[in-house]
């Protein structure tokens, strides 16, 4: 059976390599370095989850997010926020482009799985909010 496809938009490499390393075992990771790109291979890919920066070039996080919900092709996915921006204002915003989820850098890896998993499975809650503290 094909493993389901992770995309991770960010511009840090490093955050990329360390999110593929966790999920690579049970994912197909795609990867991502700008909010412009991320839309392009949401659309051409059809991944099961995107895990997305807020503060990207060319396209930031939540522009690139309100574009794959607003697109017919890709509302379907769960995009999920990969930040290290801990405000209320910032998820409440990222919840308004569509996020079905947030999490705030640095992360777990057992939380990051988990998270992972609760939205790749076929019936996925909505919109959850996970900080630093939760972890």
Known sequence: ???????IADDEQTVRLM???ILGEDYTV????DGEEAVEIATQHQPALVLMDLMMPRLDGYAACQKIKSDQATRQIPVVMLTAIDHELN????????ADG???????RQSL???T?????PTAPPFAQMSSDQQ
Request: no cysteine; glycine share 2%; proline share 3%.
């Open 19 to 21: 999110v593929s390393r």
């Open 1 to 7: 059976m094909d493993k389901q496809k992770i995309l």
């Open 91 to 98: 998820k409440k915003f990222a919840e308004e482009m569509g």
């Open 30 to 33: 795609l990867e991502a370095a």
């Open 113 to 115: 799985l988990e998270e």
């Open 117 to 121: 998993r609760r939205l790749t499975l």
């Open 102 to 108: 947030y999490i705030t850098k640095p992360f777990n």
